[in-house]
């Protein structure tokens, strides 16, 4: 099957199952898939039994849909996701997103574990991205345009809507969270940075890197659907730690802050409810 015909396989499948007329989607990143047992009323749906949907390889990463409620509000959530290093080209990672906005979805909260660039950020950190760098070397928008879902040329200028960021943030120093504000940068992956490399990063103004996020972000934009991203900062980046970059270290961490992303990601799912339209 091509692209399109995955798309609506996996689309039709989907139909097939009660919605509850979810119109918030998240995609849970890498150590952050126990978010999914605070829904209530819940399907569990294994992506290698959707037709035509990727598999995620990385460990960390669920691979699992649900369809549920958050505090009454119905969400559709991924737990895991799908990246470029794993092989897939960026239109492949992206099809979760087309099939949602299928199904309704109008606002996707994305999350992701990211390494800490800016030197005023920790590990363990929580970052509203307001921006990103793609420097993955490929936009999943190349090729013919799929013009059911969007314009040629689609305008990124408010990819992360200015107006969620800016409620989110307020209600999170209300709550006195610690909720940072910047932007994220993707590199392909999957071997970590080098020091060089996070010199030339924050250069040019990033605040973390990681190796996800934007593709879907791109094309969340092209489908006209709305956009939260939250990332964890897992680790501090080469050359600013002497620690070793692991895996492991990403997912220990995500664990230990998971109370206080739990917390963000709520605010985020709450905002969006009441900004639908």
Known sequence: MDINERINAAT???KGYDMRNATIGIILGSGLGDFAENLTDCIAIN???????????????????YLGYFKGIPIMLMSGRFHYYEGYDQKEVTMPIRIMKNLGINTLIITNAAGGINLEYSSGALMLISDHINLSGSN????????????RFPDMSDTYSEKLRTSLMDMALTNNIDLK?????????????????????????ADAVGMSTVP???????????????SCITNMAAGISKQKLTHKEVFETAQRVK???????????LISSKNEG
């Open 12 to 14: 039709y499948f989907l």
């Open 47 to 65: 992506y290698k039994d959707i037709p035509g949907f990727p598999t995620s390889t990385v460990v960390g990463h669920g691979g699992e849909m």
């Open 140 to 151: 999943p928008l190349i090729g013919p345009n799929m013009e059911e879902y969007g314009t």
């Open 181 to 205: 504000e910047g932007i994220y940068a993707m590199m392909s992956g999957p071997s970590f940075e080098t020091p060089a490399e996070i010199r030339y990063l924050r250069a040019i103004g």
């Open 216 to 230: 879907e972000a791109i094309v969340a934009s092209h489908c006209n659907i709305k956009v939260i991203g939250i």
């Open 259 to 269: 109370n206080d992303f739990a917390k963000i990601v709520d605010f985020a799912i």
